[in-house]
Every structure is written in structure tokens, then in C-alpha cells.
């Protein structure tokens, strides 16, 4: 399977926005549930958000909803994770995986292909 790439994580300020990026060369991402999971140090990794590969369904964790959003490009075979009014407890290396033909789930292990990752930091 072709990778999936992460870009846009960095470092920023309490209240600040980042957004994002998961791209996968190579194959038809519209076919696939894209989800976006993180994992600070010392702690498991945790569900952020999904979004099924029709595009109409999303879901978020609830720690994340109102301030991120999950968006497809399919043109672009792109996921994007908007992320704003962040907050310290928001920094973690977040990652981004592929589900094919996936409805958006929550659980990790139905995910089958990963990305390496970008870090989030978020100072107070």
C-alpha cells in the first residue's frame, strides 16, 4: 500500500489554529476512511476524529468537538483536520490512517495503514 504522509503540525500558542494534512499517493482515497489519532508522551494513543470514505459522515471524540473538522478533497487525495482553539492538552503526535471502504470508526484496529506522523505543540 502506498504511504500516507502527514504535513502541518508545529508549534503554537494556547487559542492558536493549525490544520492538517494527510495525503496518500498511489491510491483512490476516495474509497478509503480516513481518521486522524493521536498520542501524547506517556499516554495511549486516542481516536480524534473520522470520516467515511463517502465524505457524509463524520465523527469526532468528544474532547475535539466544536473546535476541530474533518474534511475531505478527493480531487486532491487529501484529508485535511482543522484544528482551532487549540489547548495544551491538544499536543501529541498526531497521525493519520486508512480505512478502505470504511464507514469512520473510532476503533483503531480496523484502520490498516498508518502514517508516521506530525507533532502538535500547543504552549500555554
Known amino acids: 500500500q502506498a504511504p500516507l504522509v502527514e504535513s502541518g503540525g508545529g508549534m503554537v500558542q494556547t487559542g492558536g489554529s493549525l490544520r492538517l494534512s494527510c495525503v496518500a499517493s498511489?491510491?483512490?482515497?476516495?474509497?478509503?476512511?480516513v481518521g486522524w489519532f493521536r498520542q501524547a508522551p506517556g499516554k495511549e494513543r486516542e481516536f480524534v476524529a473520522a470520516i467515511a470514505w463517502s465524505g457524509g459522515l463524520t465523527t469526532y471524540a468528544d474532547s475535539v468537538k466544536g473546535r476541530f473538522t474533518i474534511s475531505r478533497d478527493n480531487a486532491e487525495n487529501t484529508v485535511h483536520l482543522q484544528m482551532n482553539s487549540l489547548k495544551p492538552e491538544d499536543t501529541a503526535v498526531y497521525y493519520c490512517?486508512?480505512?478502505?471502504w470504511g464507514s469512520g470508526s473510532s476503533y483503531a484496529p480496523e484502520y490498516d495503514s498508518w502514517g508516521q506522523g506530525t507533532q502538535v505543540t500547543v504552549s500555554s
Open positions: 498511489g491510491r483512490i482515497f476516495s474509497s478509503y476512511a
Open positions: 490512517a486508512a480505512d478502505h
